[in-house]
């Protein structure tokens, strides 16, 4: 869904489920960090591995 289909459900539990799946990745980002251990996300819907180091040097603490 797009932010202005979000925003404009009917359901209004649905635009606060996109921001807490977006707290939920910072989550799983930074504790990828913490742990030394890569994620896995969808990218163009492809599997996409990204380390740890990736992750720093993108700027996770």
């Known amino acids: 869904m797009t932010q202005d289909q979000l925003s404009t ?4 539990d649905l635009p606060a489920s996109l921001i807490a799946i977006q707290r939920a990745a910072k989550v799983a ?4 960090v913490r742990t030394n251990t890569a994620i896995v ?8 591995r990204i380390t740890a180091d990736e992750l720093r040097q993108a700027g996770v603490r």
């Open 29 to 32: 980002r930074e504790l990828a």
């Open 9 to 12: 459900a009917k359901d209004k």
């Open 41 to 48: 996300v969808l990218r163009d819907q492809k599997q996409v």
